[in-house]
């Protein structure tokens, strides 16, 4: 988590989060990032963590106006819950969000992070769906239990 939180604090001290700001969330939650000489930083953080460490940098409230998101409609009381929401928000999995992503690499290369392509939804393995298994019923039928009687 320190590695994404320097990626971070980097990317603002460059001027990378400005019209940025989803793309940098996509990265910091679903992408692998490194050093160029292969140190890993970070295979990413889930929202939660995300959000903490956005809490934690004191970032911008009104990063979140480049989604459409209102700050003042968003937790403003909980800086967590706030970004929590925000994320929420950006629907960071949309391919709009990828493309932005993809266009972070090349500067964030530039200031040392070296970023994984997203994976691909045709790389990922698609098991066919499993088939059911008949259930057998337990016990006896109610035919069963009523010929049973009439043998009495």
């Given at each position: 988590?320190?590695?994404?939180?320097?990626?971070l604090e980097?990317?603002r001290d460059?001027?990378l989060?400005?019209?940025h700001?989803?793309g940098l969330l996509?990265?910091?939650?679903?992408?692998?990032?490194?050093?160029?000489?292969?140190?890993p930083?970070?295979t990413?953080?889930?929202w939660r963590?995300?959000?903490?460490?956005l809490?934690?940098l004191r970032?911008?409230r009104?990063?979140v106006?480049?989604?459409?998101a209102d700050p003042?409609a968003l937790?403003?009381r909980?800086?967590?819950?706030?970004?929590?929401?925000a994320?929420?928000?950006a629907?960071?999995?949309?391919?709009?969000?990828?493309?932005?992503?993809?266009a972070?690499i090349?500067?964030?290369?530039?200031?040392?992070y070296?970023v994984?392509?997203?994976p691909?939804?045709?790389?990922r393995?698609?098991?066919?769906p499993?088939k059911?298994?008949?259930v057998?019923a337990?016990?006896?039928t109610?035919?069963?239990?009523?010929?049973k009687?009439k043998?009495?």
């Amino acid at each position: 988590m320190d590695g994404i939180r320097e990626l971070l604090e980097a990317a603002r001290d460059n001027g990378l989060l400005t019209g940025h700001f989803r793309g940098l969330l996509h990265i910091a939650i679903g992408r692998t990032v490194s050093r160029p000489d292969g140190t890993p930083i970070s295979t990413g953080l889930t929202w939660r963590e995300t959000a903490a460490v956005l809490k934690q940098l004191r970032f911008d409230r009104d990063l979140v106006r480049e989604f459409g998101a209102d700050p003042d409609a968003l937790a403003p009381r909980d800086r967590e819950r706030f970004w929590y929401s925000a994320i929420a928000q950006a629907r960071v999995d949309s391919q709009e969000v990828v493309a932005a992503a993809d266009a972070l690499i090349a500067p964030l290369k530039s200031i040392g992070y070296v970023v994984a392509a997203a994976p691909s939804a045709a790389a990922r393995p698609v098991s066919p769906p499993k088939k059911a298994k008949p259930v057998e019923a337990k016990g006896k039928t109610k035919e069963e239990k009523s010929t049973k009687r009439k043998k009495r």
